[in-house]
């Protein structure tokens, strides 16, 4: 999908899940353990929260510029709230941000668990469904964590 057409889509599709939040059971973000929390876009709005409430120290941005400039915190801005961003520029394959931005987010933290408990992929995303059910990791993401898995897991002296 063209990036013209991407940029389009993603104000409808932000407004989408704003109203999901609202009349769904879903949440804007889950704790996924003492140190992640996985969630969609982080607003301006929500930082005191973040910040206070949930001790967040550092956001790791996987998405576009024009995704984050008008709604989001600046790197600036974050820092200024005594909080590091790490922006990671991906790529967008489907053309539908938010549809992307669920399989992105759930993949790092995916990894982070197998690296973590040294899970298997599939239990790693069994417990990030169990935990906020909308996150999708498709076949070529669970490709990618089984040979992180290998190489982190399966090296290691038993």
Not at 16 to 25: A, D, F, W
Not at 33 to 49: R, W
């Amino acid at each position: 999908m063209s990036g013209a057409l991407a940029r389009l889509l993603f104000y409808p599709t932000l407004a989408y899940n704003v109203v999901m939040e609202k009349v769904s059971s879903r949440r804007w973000f889950d704790r996924v353990d003492q140190t992640v929390i996985l969630g969609a876009l982080p607003f301006k709005s929500m930082t005191e929260e973040l910040v206070q409430r949930e001790n967040v120290r550092g956001v790791i941005t996987m998405n576009e510029e024009y995704e984050t400039k008008y709604f989001c915190n600046s790197a600036e801005e974050w820092k200024a709230a005594g909080v590091e961003q790490l922006r990671l520029s991906t790529v967008d394959l489907t053309g539908v941000p938010h549809m992307e931005d669920l399989h992105r987010g759930a993949t790092v933290v995916a990894a982070y668990l197998i690296k973590l408990h040294c899970w298997s992929p599939e239990e790693a995303c069994q417990t990030l469904r169990s935990i906020r059910p909308h996150v999708l990791v498709r076949k070529a993401q669970m490709e990618l964590l089984r040979s992180y898995y290998q190489q982190v897991c399966n090296s290691q002296p038993t």
